[in-house]
């Protein structure tokens, strides 16, 4: 029996539970699911904010994301090596270390 992952916000709900719900109920269940860009998009242009402005600590979960919504490790490693020329060295350098924990987590992954 394989365990479900968390909903999205559920690390935060002990907090702020109403946070949590529109993090759940809007950005997850509303904007992630309009039709006018699929999902692989979506992750391509969250992946690439969240490198550009340095954010590391939601990347993780961008990233297996990403995977899973059919972006490759190297369509990952080509977009952080773009980014190092538009967004700054050193977040493509951080990323590429946060990168590589979520794909030895992901080793199945293309």
Known sequence: MTSKPPAPGDHIRDIA???????RDVLFGDVWERPALKKRDRS???????IAMNRTEQLPGHLARALDNGVTKNEIIELITHLAFYSGWPNSMSALSVARQVFEQHPGKP
């Open 17 to 23: 539970p109403a946070f949590a719900d529109l993090t």
């Open 44 to 50: 391509l242009a969250t992946v690439t904010a969240l």
